[in-house]
């Protein structure tokens, strides 16, 4: 009757849950146990039992060992007596252990803390699971842009279409400004005029919509009236740094008055919004602040807009619901491609990398990154604790021994050793708090972030340490007391040569080994990460951007004047070239739809507006025709420079042939070498050249920057003739100069701070392993304390000796070498994906890496060796 | 005197109905059937075993048959004080709802 018969638990399985059941149940439990597998064998297969198995094992665990620590660590106060004992015997290694472990804890709860914070981002708004932001992408064949903001009249009408749905709208606006200018004249006349970087225009239901503290002011009114501003506190004391903030005017753009109506409590920093200034979003109706055409345009999107949807409502209700509104209200021309899409607010900090962004967003692949480090710590230093713990069990033999001859169950020496790992482990925890004190601090330093210890006092974080100190204990715990228990009594108490079994040292070599290879390929990851932030710092980007300086010029009367301004800048011999751009050439741009011929409907391409002379002043290379160029009347209507990529897509062999045909209504004149016009996240992709009209509106509306070419050996001079010439024509604006390099090399911020997290990290990551093996070697050495003695009698000399001591574990590293390599190539190779510009992967940080493991294993090995091999073998072998 | 709590009493009156068959697996199965949390294995154990202690269950060993390799089965059983005490429980809470029905449906109770 083959098929009637049980399936039955695995042996190993069994065997397991026979030692880990409290006695008193064992035969209960297997009972129990083994009937509901068969059940779960039948009803879903083998390898779901098993799975099945598995999970309930542990998640009954708590429930067997309740009685057990309590009891055995409690009750029996000999085992403290025991535990303390041994503890200040071997001080030494005490203290290796306890430090390994501690600094183990101290770094993975710094990286936890981190990446919780990461994690948490904007979810202290109350109703963070109903607030969405409005994406608006507009591509057609797969080109144009992914924008984050939307059309300034979306929301209101958005909110009009959709009132059952929708509870409330919130647009953040700003021109799309880097800074504006706000001021101040106080009561004895003196003026205090800033650029300010987080201005933001926003809807009166900002704080029904968001739970951003306010600390004076009435959050249903501040921002309702025109000419109404709330300020954060730290600008508050600013601008009004002995008085009250409430009630006086701020003076906007040299002619608007704003009433501060507010002002900002503490601020969470773990939000993607940041800003120092709101201002009433009704204060944009006056025609002087913004035109009446560019507040009701649909095509240009510059809104940041976030809704709040009625609890009942979900994302995917409205979303379907948003193609018939952009047939509705959005022009002819970009019906075809506008779709909208609903981004709830807690993915925008770690999964949002669209264009126009608020600000730079983190990046959940750097949270896994930071995630598997932050194990790999925790891991190397409890395999660091089995291994010294198992290497010093002989120590302890007799004490084993003595136990078992008294009467002793295995049991409960099992229960003796782990309730002192768990010891070591809160004693561990004790430890890492003062060391993640001093840690927090740096990890700021690098990250930017403001994360603080006591977060740790709260319930939760609470528990969760003391079982993060619980379960470590028992991990690393477990092993050691399974071998320790082990010991048969007479060969224990005999004290003889305790020929260490094969299998033991075994184990405690797999374990080093595995350590090796988590530190490995830290340190090849590592170096890795630092090899292509080098390359993304200095890949040649296709123009140069060392020489240029960019003015921020958005609404700046500066403007008005520009071709005066540009003609006495160039005066000075260190000032090359001056033109305009919409946006950070190198980072962003705009998008622009272009008619091609052949083509039914119009494309969506990168684009900037720019003035005369920007190829000069980028130092863009031409490979055929001229840039745009002030002696060229039609150059504003009727030109265009293109990129390759395009002129490839384009369908044209060779650049000069380019050269005269229509693109869009307007005729080409100019086709430039492809350059990076964004970040090297990105590939090239078709990019477009526009001038700028001729009109003051055009100007304001698509300069918000002066570029300037400046001579890097004379920039001093440069700099402070262009701020004479800027104080001339704009005396009321404060000069303010960007260089487009720092700008550049700020997009890497991210991986920036994830290359020095990590470095930080793969060090104390090899600190551990080396504070293991230096136990680990120690005791090995004094176990052979009389062979190496012998041997040296007989005329071994040192260096034999070193290379009798150290061989084996440099042959574990090698081998770590050799696993940790296609590791952490396979790991790099999967994050280098993330560019589109990569460096080729070398031998070189696999040779580094391991040649730093081996070296570093030699020294810290040596260090013991040398001492035993050269002590005076009458002192070891005189006493028997 | 000390009232049982919502899960001691739930417990006992799952052994109760149980009855011939209130061994600790088949006990899990029906709490969780009741109230969808599903004690791991070895977990339904502990809250039983108090009830024994306090003496409210009594306990015997059977013998089983080969589909538990052999190993007995634990089966529980109401003792006087266990249905003493459901008996007070359940005269408490009946006076605890006793509540005019108009309030009931002002608070959308019924």
């Not at chain 1, 693109?663 to 100019?670: L, R, V």
């Not at chain 1, 952490?824 to 589109?836: G, H, P, S, T």
């Not at chain 2, 605890?96 to 002002?106: A, C, G, Q, R, Y």
């Amino acid at each position: 009757m083959k098929d009637q018969q049980q399936h039955q638990i695995p042996k190993f399985a069994l065997w397991i849950l026979r030692i880990i059941a409290p006695s008193h149940k064992r035969d209960l439990l297997e009972g129990d146990f083994s009937e509901l597998y068969h059940e779960e064998f039948q009803s879903k297969g083998q390898f779901r039992a098993n799975f099945w198995f598995w999970k309930q094992l542990l998640l009954s665990f708590p429930s067997f060992v309740q009685h057990s620590l309590l009891f055995g660590l409690v009750l029996l106060r000999s085992n403290w007596k025991m535990a303390l004992r041994s503890f200040q015997r071997q001080a030494g290694y005490s203290f290796l252990n306890l430090s390994g472990l501690a600094i183990g804890i101290a770094c993975f709860l710094a990286i936890m803390m981190y990446v919780n914070d990461e994690r948490s981002f904007d979810k202290f708004h109350s109703d963070y699971e109903n607030i969405y932001r409005v994406l608006d992408f507009r591509k057609v064949d797969g080109i144009g842009e992914e924008s984050a903001s939307a059309p300034i009249p979306l929301g209101e009408v958005l909110h009009n279409d959709f009132p059952e749905q929708i509870e409330s709208v919130v647009r953040f606006f700003n021109f799309q400004a880097p800074t504006l200018a706000l001021a101040r004249t106080s009561s004895n006349g003196i003026v205090k005029q800033f650029n300010e970087g987080s201005i933001y225009f926003v809807d009166g239901v900002f704080f029904d919509t968001f739970n951003f503290p306010l600390a004076q002011g009435n959050p249903e009114t501040a921002l309702l009236a025109p000419n109404q501003i709330v300020l954060s506190s730290k600008m508050a004391k600013k601008y009004f740094p002995d008085e009250e903030a409430i009630g006086k005017v701020l003076i906007f753009e040299d002619k608007h008055s704003m009433v501060v109506t507010g002002v900002l409590g503490v601020v969470p920093t773990n939000s993607h919004l940041n800003f120092d200034f709101l201002i009433s979003f009704s204060t944009l109706d006056n025609p002087e602040v913004l035109s009446e055409r560019l507040r009701t345009h649909w095509i240009w999107n510059p809104a940041w807009t976030y809704v709040k949807t009625k609890p009942s409502i979900s994302k995917e209700q409205l979303e379907a619901q948003l193609s018939g509104f952009v047939q509705r209200h959005f022009p002819e021309s970009r019906k075809d491609r506008v779709k909208l899409y609903l981004q709830p607010i807690v993915d925008i900090h770690l999964h949002s990398k669209l264009d126009y962004e608020m600000s730079a967003n983190g990046d959940a692949a750097y949270i896994y990154v930071f995630s598997s480090i932050a194990f790999s710590i925790l891991l190397i230093s409890c395999f660091n604790f089995i291994n010294l713990t198992t290497s010093r069990s002989t120590k302890r033999a007799r004490e084993i021994g003595m136990r078992k001859v008294l009467g002793g169950y295995r049991s409960q020496l099992i229960r003796q050793f782990l309730g002192e790992s768990i010891l070591v482990a809160f004693l561990a925890l004790l430890v890492a708090v003062p060391l993640l004190a001093v840690m927090i601090p740096v990890l700021n330093e690098f990250s930017g972030k403001s994360l603080s210890i006591s977060v740790l006092v709260a319930p939760i974080p609470l528990v969760a340490l003391i079982g993060l100190a619980l379960s470590i204990g028992l991990i690393s715990g477990t092993y050691p007391a399974l071998i320790m228990s082990r010991f048969k009594p007479v060969v224990a108490i005999r004290g003889t040569r305790f020929v260490e079994n094969f299998k033991g040292s075994l184990i405690r070599k797999i374990l080093v080994l595995a350590q090796f290879c988590l530190s490995i390929t830290l340190i090849a990851g590592t170096i890795i990460s630092i090899q292509q932030l080098d390359f993304l710092r200095n890949k040649k980007l296709g123009f140069e951007s060392d020489q240029v300086v960019l003015l921020p010029t958005s609404r700046s009367p500066i403007l008005s004047s520009y071709a005066a301004f540009k003609a006495k800048s160039l005066d000075h011999p260190a000032v090359l070239a001056l033109s305009t751009a919409e946006d950070i050439p190198g980072i962003r741009h705009q998008t622009g739809g272009y008619k091609v011929k052949g083509a039914s409907s119009e494309f969506q391409f990168p684009r900037l507006v720019v003035h005369d002379d920007f190829a000069n002043t980028l130092g863009l290379e031409l490979a055929a025709g001229r840039g745009f160029q002030s002696t060229f009347e039609t150059d504003p209507t009727d030109a265009v420079v293109i990129n390759e990529t395009l002129l490839k897509l384009l369908e044209w062999d060779s650049p000069s042939e380019a050269i005269g045909k229509s693109f869009s209504g307007k005729a080409i004149i100019g086709v430039t070498k492809d350059f990076h016009f964004t970040s090297l996240h990105r590939p090239i992709g078709p990019f477009v050249l526009e001038r700028v009209w001729n009109t003051m509106e055009s100007l304001y509306f698509s300069a918000r920057y002066i570029a300037i070419r400046v001579n890097t050996a004379n920039i001093e001079a440069a700099l402070s003739h262009i701020e004479n010439q800027w104080a001339e024509f704009a005396p009321d604006r404060t000069f303010e100069y960007l260089f487009l390099k720092d700008l550049i090399n700020d997009q890497y911020e991210d991986e920036n701070t994830m290359s020095s997290i990590s470095i930080v990290f793969t060090i104390l990551s090899v600190l551990i392993a080396c504070i293991g093996l230096l136990g680990l070697i120690s005791s090995t050495t004094e176990r052979r304390k009389k062979e190496i003695s012998i041997r040296k009698v007989m005329g071994a000399s040192v260096s034999n000796l070193l290379i009798l001591l150290s061989s084996s574990y440099v042959k574990l590293v090698v081998i770590a070498v050799l696993i940790a390599c296609p590791l952490a190539y396979v790991l790099a190779n999967y994050w280098l994906e993330y560019f589109a510009y990569q460096i080729d992967i070398t031998v070189w940080p696999f040779v580094t890496s391991g040649m730093l493991a081996v070296l570093i294993v030699i020294s810290t090995i040596s260090i013991q060796t040398v001492k035993s091999a050269l002590t005076n073998p009458v002192n070891s072998l005189r006493n028997e | 005197m000390t009232t049982l709590s919502r899960t001691e009493e739930i417990l006992l009156l799952m052994v109760c109905k149980l009855g011939d068959d209130a061994y600790g697996m088949q006990i899990r199965e029906e709490v969780r059937l009741l109230t969808g949390k599903l004690y791991s294995v070895g977990g339904i154990y502990v809250p039983l075993d108090r009830l024994v202690n306090r003496k409210l269950l009594s306990q015997l060993e059977v013998e089983s048959g080969n589909d538990r390799l052999g190993r007995p089965r634990r089966r529980f059983e109401i003792t006087a004080l266990g249905l003493e005490q459901l008996k007070t429980i359940r005269k408490m809470e009946e006076k605890m709802w006793n509540l005019p029905i108009s309030l009931l449906e002002k608070l959308k109770l019924t």
